[in-house]
């Protein structure tokens, strides 16, 4: 990140009293594009996002693909990785972790991990991994979507590894890797109710 404190204006509420919604949006993409976005990104402009939410875009090398693989690298064959940079949804994540700071809460950071089939990853990145909008077929009862969908809520896992009984054999295994807000470091898995407490920076695909 480029700058640890987010402006005060985002807290005081005083952009939301003196300006439209939309004004307001523009305003702190803007911020978080220019000041406080991760330094892998690429996008540095509101008309990049223009229609949409995120960018998606595939990497091959660099600090990016190396934060991705970190623990997938030896144990998967690497297939592809798709960097996501999603201004609105890291800002919402940066809030989050602001406020749970000035609540005096322990808060840690950490990498997780969270398998989808790979016929859902545009909708877990379009909906910040909801579990209710995957594609899961509720007369197939060997799609292993099934039971994260009946579930209803996100799960992350500390490793890669940990996920293994989600995918069925013959499936390529896709990650969904995550910045994920907990009072826990040392946890194998952790649920939350709330999207504002994870952020999504990386889709790696393995074979």
């Keep these: 990140m480029r700058n640890k404190d987010l402006p005060q204006k985002v807290f005081s509420g ?43 875009r595939t990497v091959s090398h660099g600090k990016a693909y190396d934060m991705a693989v970190r623990d997938l690298r030896g144990r998967y064959g690497i297939h592809q990785v798709d960097v996501i940079e999603n201004p609105y949804q890291y800002g919402r994540f940066l809030i989050r972790k602001e406020h749970l700071r000035k609540q005096q809460r322990r808060v840690v950071v950490r990498q997780m991990y969270h398998p989808v089939l790979e016929k859902d990853v545009d909708q877990a990145l379009e909906y910040n991994c909801d579990t209710r909008y995957y594609n899961a077929d509720p007369n197939y009862n060997a799609d292993s979507n099934n039971l994260q969908c009946l579930d209803k809520k996100t799960k992350f896992y500390a490793m890669p590894q940990d996920c293994e009984s989600f995918f069925n054999n013959g499936f390529r295994k896709v990650f969904i890797v995550l910045s994920v807000l907990t009072e826990n470091e040392y946890s194998d898995s952790v649920v939350t109710d709330y999207d504002t407490h994870y952020y999504p920076m990386f889709v790696v695909i393995t074979t």
């Design 14 to 56: 005083q952009c939301v009293k003196s300006e439209t919604t939309m004004a307001t949006e523009q305003r702190l993409l803007d911020d978080i594009l220019q000041d406080y976005a991760p330094d892998y990104w690429t996008s540095t402009s509101r008309d990049e996002f223009k229609d949409k939410r995120y960018i998606r």
